[in-house]
C-alpha cells in the first residue's frame, strides 16, 4: 500500500481503488492497481492542479473519480479506438486497458485534463430508490402534495422519480409497472408507508453546470461517471435518459444557495421539499451554511398548511461513509436519520417513520 503521506496521489488512487472492487467494478480495481504500479509522468501531469494535497483533501476533491471518468469519457467517444476496445463492454483485462490508457494519455493529455477540471456531476437514478421512502414519509406526514425542488441536479434523471415503478423488496412494491424505468433495491427493516398518497404539483432543479440530456456529448460526460463493468447502471441511466430527453426535463444553472433562498419558500397546499443526493460534500463550508441559513430562515415561516422538508442523501459531515438517509421538516425543526442507504441505490437500511412518524 502506498504511504498517503508521502505520496498522497498513489495514496488516493489506491483507496479509490478499494471502493471500486467493494462496491462491484473489479474492473476499474485492477485498472487502478495496474494505475498505481506504473502511473508514469503524463498521468502525473493530470494531477498537478491538486499538486499539494493531501490524502485527505484529493479525496474530498474527488480527484480520483474524475480520472477515472476523464478515461471512460474518451472511451465512450470512440475518439481514441485502442481505448475503446480496451474498456468494457469490449475489453475486461484492467491491466491491458491501463496500457491502453497511459497511450491514451500521451495522445489526449489536455482533453483529459479539460474533462478533470469540473467537479464530478453523478446522477445516479437508483438513488430515487432511496429517496423514495422519504417522499412518501413526508407526503404520509403532511397530508399534503408535494413541490420537488432539487439542488445540484446535474441533468435532472430524478426529477421523474414518482414516473419510475419500484421494486423495494421487503418494502413493497410502489409507482409505474409499466414505467421504461424500474428500479429495485435491497431492503432491510419495516415497510416505508407505501400507501401514502403522493401527488407532485411541482419540480424544479438547479445545478451550477446543469448537463442537457438532449446533447449527446453532455449525455456522455454524465454516462462517464459510470463505472464502464457495471452493466445495470449504465442499462438504467440509458432509460432514465431517455425518459428524461423526452419529458423536456431543463435544471436552471444556478448556485444551490442563491437557488435555495429564491425558491424554497413554503407555499400553502403544498409540501415543499428541498432535496439533494450525493451533492453536500462537493459544496465550499460557506455554501453549506448559506443553504442551511436558507432553509431555516424559511422553515421558521412555515406551518402545518405550508410545511418545508429538507431531504437529503449524503454521507455525515467530514467524512465518505456511510450515506445517510436523512430528513428535517418544519415547523418544529424536526431532524432524524430516516436510513442508511447504498451510495449507488443497492440497499437501503430503514430506520424511519410509520404514519405517525415515530421512530
Given at each position: 500500500?502506498?504511504?498517503?503521506?508521502?505520496?498522497?496521489?498513489?495514496?488516493?488512487?489506491?483507496?479509490?481503488?478499494?471502493?471500486?472492487?467493494?462496491?462491484?467494478?473489479?474492473?476499474?480495481?485492477?485498472?487502478?492497481?495496474?494505475?498505481?504500479?506504473?502511473?508514469?509522468?503524463?498521468?502525473?501531469?493530470?494531477?498537478?492542479?491538486?499538486?499539494?494535497?493531501?490524502?485527505?483533501?484529493?479525496?474530498?476533491?474527488a480527484?480520483?473519480?474524475?480520472?477515472?471518468?476523464?478515461?471512460?469519457?474518451?472511451?465512450?467517444?470512440?475518439?481514441?479506438?485502442?481505448?475503446?476496445?480496451?474498456?468494457?463492454?469490449?475489453?475486461?483485462?484492467a491491466?491491458?486497458?491501463?496500457?491502453?490508457?497511459?497511450?491514451a494519455?500521451?495522445?489526449?493529455?489536455?482533453?483529459?485534463?479539460?474533462?478533470?477540471?469540473?467537479?464530478?456531476?453523478?446522477?445516479?437514478?437508483?438513488?430515487?430508490?432511496?429517496?423514495?421512502?422519504?417522499?412518501?414519509v413526508?407526503?404520509?406526514?403532511?397530508?399534503?402534495?408535494?413541490?420537488?425542488?432539487?439542488?445540484?441536479?446535474?441533468?435532472?434523471?430524478?426529477?421523474?422519480?414518482?414516473?419510475?415503478?419500484?421494486?423495494?423488496g421487503?418494502g413493497?412494491?410502489?409507482?409505474?409497472?409499466?414505467?421504461?424505468?424500474?428500479?429495485?433495491?435491497?431492503?432491510?427493516?419495516?415497510?416505508?408507508p407505501?400507501?401514502a398518497?403522493?401527488?407532485?404539483?411541482?419540480?424544479?432543479?438547479?445545478?451550477?453546470?446543469?448537463?442537457?440530456?438532449?446533447?449527446?456529448?453532455?449525455?456522455r460526460?454524465l454516462?462517464?461517471?459510470?463505472?464502464?463493468?457495471?452493466?445495470?447502471?449504465i442499462?438504467?441511466?440509458?432509460?432514465?435518459?431517455?425518459?428524461?430527453?423526452?419529458?423536456?426535463?431543463?435544471?436552471?444553472?444556478a448556485?444551490?444557495?442563491?437557488?435555495?433562498?429564491?425558491?424554497?419558500?413554503?407555499?400553502?397546499?403544498?409540501?415543499?421539499?428541498?432535496?439533494?443526493?450525493?451533492?453536500?460534500?462537493?459544496?465550499?463550508?460557506?455554501?453549506?451554511a448559506?443553504?442551511?441559513?436558507?432553509?431555516?430562515?424559511?422553515?421558521?415561516?412555515?406551518?402545518?398548511?405550508?410545511?418545508?422538508?429538507w431531504?437529503?442523501?449524503?454521507?455525515?459531515?467530514?467524512?465518505?461513509?456511510p450515506i445517510?438517509?436523512?430528513?428535517?421538516?418544519?415547523?418544529?425543526?424536526?431532524?432524524?436519520?430516516?436510513?442508511?442507504?447504498?451510495?449507488?441505490?443497492?440497499?437501503?437500511?430503514?430506520?424511519?417513520?410509520?404514519?405517525?412518524?415515530?421512530?
Open positions: 500500500m502506498a504511504d498517503d503521506s508521502s505520496d498522497p496521489v498513489l495514496g488516493a488512487l489506491e483507496a479509490q481503488g478499494r471502493v471500486c472492487a467493494a462496491f462491484g467494478s473489479p474492473f476499474y480495481g485492477g485498472l487502478i492497481d495496474a494505475a498505481v504500479a506504473d502511473l508514469g509522468p503524463s498521468a502525473r501531469a493530470l494531477f498537478q492542479p491538486w499538486a499539494g494535497l493531501a490524502y485527505a483533501q484529493l479525496m474530498e476533491a480527484v480520483t473519480l474524475r480520472f477515472l471518468g476523464a478515461l471512460h469519457d474518451l472511451a465512450l467517444s470512440g475518439d481514441d479506438p485502442a481505448l475503446t476496445a480496451a474498456f468494457p463492454p469490449a475489453g475486461h483485462d491491466a491491458a486497458a491501463w496500457r491502453a490508457a497511459r497511450a494519455i500521451e495522445r489526449h493529455g489536455s482533453r483529459l485534463a479539460a474533462f478533470m477540471a469540473h467537479e464530478p456531476q453523478t446522477n445516479e437514478v437508483r438513488r430515487s430508490a432511496c429517496l423514495l421512502p422519504g417522499f412518501l413526508i407526503a404520509a406526514e403532511t397530508g399534503l402534495p408535494l413541490r420537488c425542488l432539487e439542488a445540484g441536479a446535474s441533468a435532472g434523471l430524478n426529477q421523474l422519480w414518482h414516473r419510475f415503478g419500484y421494486d423495494l421487503a413493497g412494491r410502489w409507482g409505474d409497472s409499466s414505467a421504461p424505468l424500474q428500479l429495485d433495491t435491497e431492503w432491510q427493516g419495516l415497510a416505508p407505501m400507501q398518497a403522493v401527488r407532485v404539483v411541482e419540480t424544479a432543479a438547479c445545478d451550477r453546470k446543469p448537463i442537457d440530456i438532449a446533447d449527446p456529448d453532455q449525455r460526460r454516462k462517464a461517471y459510470l463505472w464502464p463493468d457495471q452493466t445495470e447502471r442499462v438504467r441511466f440509458d432509460a432514465a435518459a431517455d425518459m428524461t430527453a423526452a419529458a423536456g426535463v431543463r435544471v436552471e444553472a448556485d444551490a444557495a442563491d437557488w435555495a433562498g429564491a425558491h424554497a419558500a413554503p407555499k400553502a397546499g403544498a409540501a415543499t421539499v428541498f432535496f439533494h443526493s450525493i451533492f453536500w460534500q462537493y459544496l465550499p463550508a460557506d455554501t453549506q448559506a443553504i442551511r441559513a436558507a432553509l431555516e430562515r424559511h422553515g421558521a415561516s412555515a406551518t402545518r398548511e405550508a410545511p418545508l422538508a431531504l437529503r442523501m449524503e454521507p455525515p459531515p467530514g467524512q465518505l461513509v445517510e438517509l436523512r430528513l428535517t421538516l418544519w415547523p418544529g425543526a424536526r431532524e432524524r436519520r430516516l436510513a442508511v442507504v447504498h451510495a449507488h441505490g443497492a440497499k437501503v437500511a430503514w430506520e424511519g417513520a410509520d404514519l405517525t412518524g415515530e421512530s
